[in-house]
């Protein structure tokens, strides 16, 4: 709701006098606008058009029919009921009293937790008696049709398929292992994967991290979802063994269509929370699959270490393309109460924790009015969160968490490559090291596949890329070193030459961003320090020529803020 409605309002109700009538007559005027939007027959035209602008685009019948046509109904639905709620918008125009909403703002919650903050603790003094493995795996995107010397720079949203024509030139052919570019990757990748790390690294527990299926995903049914998430189930169970605990959580590519997820009704999500919780049934136990089963997230010990606790979250209800969190991006599904509770008991019980999710808590991905409870959650329970671990990004860095309250480094969140190719990165994955007693990161080790050398010799070459300490020189894995990493980064190019590199897994890509120079020395810092997306785009101050779609995501971020946080950032 911009300043140029509000005036619209104020025109309509000059020539009424009384204050409680201009409050009636709004909200009279609202309530019709609503229904009208939100009638079936307006519905029905608005999709219409847009399926129609969408072909016009020079995008598929199909494409447009399934996705743009659904989406267009999804946002006829939740945008009316956000921004054409009466009370709100008569409230925020000034044509009813002020209503009572204080509550839901930032500070307020912000205040509220923090108030019996522990004092921050230094780290603990590492004993050295056992290093526990932890295997982190994202964004595998399994590509059932992949097809060895298929079209990979066909005109789709994705490539090296049975059905993408015939390429062109001899390096347009996908190569057997994979290829770097437009494409996913196929079972054998995966399956090469998982056994090299089940037999050369051994881990004693894995964090799966979600987003499984291949693109584009209007193309992909649930039945196939299901399909894909049984398969590569059994591969895990299979090449890691079927002891070692395994912790997924779901991606935005679960959703169906992709992003979405509708938490108002969740009848529409019991194929999903159904069919996953009994493909990984043997991953929970009784009381972490009931929770699951519920909401999508979840929590449970990690059974050969009593006093470490998995934090599973559901980061679909922080996808700022899920338009069904337009109407309470603030605490979806109450996940963010569930989180205060689960750390509170943690805490009591004398715990440590890692917090799993898929999209990372910022930069160009997540509500700002959710997930900066989320890190502020994070910040009131640092001395017992050990990290925090997503993907979706495909690429590798580690992100430091700050205050909100005076910047102060406090936490880590570590983001994971991807096992897929499709943004031109080489397949790979970190192998984490924590101390036995304490649960302290030590370690971060990166692994890849060098698919182009790969596919010359027809066989699967999985090599250490680098040890995190040894490759930026820290003195220890902690929110103080990273940071300081963050300012070399923007300084000095010998830096941000190596981050560049580690960042593609080693692609070919590294030399593009690279040759960013300045602009990618400002952008990445940014991307590694910034608390919320509107804090990056400042950071950025606004010009996202690295990544414009990311321009998007800015505005999708004021279209999901909360009622409370929207007045006052636009008041």
């Not at 009994?278 to 449970?300: P, V």
């Not at 309470?328 to 924790?353: C, F, R, Y």
Request: proline share 4%.
């Amino acid at each position: 709701m911009d300043k140029v409605t509000c005036f619209f309002f104020l025109l309509c109700f000059f020539s009424v006098s009384s204050q409680s009538e201009i409050c009636i007559l709004c909200e009279e005027t609202v309530s019709l606008l609503y229904n009208t939007l939100s009638s079936d027959f307006t519905k029905q035209g608005i999709v219409w058009i847009g399926t129609a602008i969408c072909t016009m685009m020079g995008n598929s019948d199909n494409y447009c029919t399934i996705t743009a046509g659904g989406l267009i109904e999804m946002l006829c639905t939740v945008i009316p009921e956000k921004f054409l709620n009466a009370t709100y918008t008569c409230t925020y125009c000034g044509l009813c009293d002020e209503y009572i909403i204080s509550q839901r703002y930032f500070r307020s919650f912000q205040q509220n937790v923090l108030k019996a903050t522990p004092p921050m603790k230094g780290v603990s003094k590492i004993r050295e008696k056992k290093r526990i493995k932890l295997l982190q795996i994202s964004d595998l995107h399994l590509e059932p049709y992949y097809a060895q010397y298929a079209n990979a720079d066909c005109q789709e949203d994705k490539c090296c398929r049975v059905d993408s024509g015939t390429p062109k030139r001899e390096e347009d052919k996908a190569g057997y292992w994979g290829t770097v570019g437009r494409c996913d990757i196929p079972a054998r990748t995966i399956r090469s994967a998982l056994n090299f790390i089940g037999r050369e690294l051994k881990p004693d527990f894995v964090i799966w991290l979600g987003d499984n299926e291949h693109g584009p995903s209007f193309n992909v049914s649930k039945e196939s979802e299901m399909q894909i998430i049984s398969e590569l189930t059994k591969m895990m169970k299979e090449e890691l063994g079927h002891t070692t605990p395994i912790f997924p959580v779901l991606g935005n590519h679960e959703g169906h269509p992709i992003d979405m997820f509708n938490y108002r009704n969740l009848t529409q999500e019991r194929w999903l929370l159904d069919g996953t919780a009994e493909i990984w049934s043997s991953f929970f136990d009784s009381n972490a699959k009931s929770q699951y089963l519920q909401t999508g997230y979840y929590t449970q010990l990690v059974p050969f270490a009593p006093k470490l606790r998995i934090i599973g979250l559901n980061s679909l209800l922080y996808e700022p393309n899920n338009f069904y969190s337009i109407v309470n991006s603030t605490d979806p599904l109450g996940q963010i109460q569930w989180l205060s509770e689960v750390l509170a008991k943690a805490e009591k019980n004398q715990e440590s924790v890692l917090v799993i999710t898929h999209i990372p808590t910022c930069c160009d991905r997540g509500t700002d009015s959710s997930t900066s409870r989320m890190v502020t959650l994070f910040e009131r329970y640092s001395n017992i969160i050990r990290g925090v671990f997503a993907g979706h990004y495909h690429v590798d860095f580690v992100r430091v968490l700050r205050s909100f309250t005076d910047g102060t480094p406090f936490g880590l969140e570590f983001v994971s490559p991807s096992l897929t190719t499709s943004t031109r990165v080489n397949p790979a994955f970190n192998l984490l090291e924590l101390d036995s007693d304490t649960f302290q990161i030590l370690e971060v080790t990166k692994y890849l596949m060098d698919i182009n050398e790969s596919n010359r010799q027809m066989r699967p070459i999985w090599n250490r890329s680098h040890d995190l300490k040894a490759y930026y020189q820290l003195e220890a894995v902690t929110p103080k070193e990273l940071y300081k990493l963050s300012e070399r980064i923007e300084t000095d190019e010998y830096w941000y030459k190596l981050f560049c590199r580690s960042y593609v897994s080693d692609s070919f890509d590294a030399d593009t961003f690279i040759n960013l120079g300045k602009k990618g020395m400002h952008y990445f810092p940014c991307l590694m320090r910034a608390r919320t997306h509107a804090e990056f785009a400042e950071c950025l101050d606004f010009d996202f020529l690295i990544f414009p779609e990311e321009e998007e995501y800015y505005y999708l971020q004021l279209l999901q803020s909360s009622w409370a946080d929207l007045i006052k950032r636009t008041s």
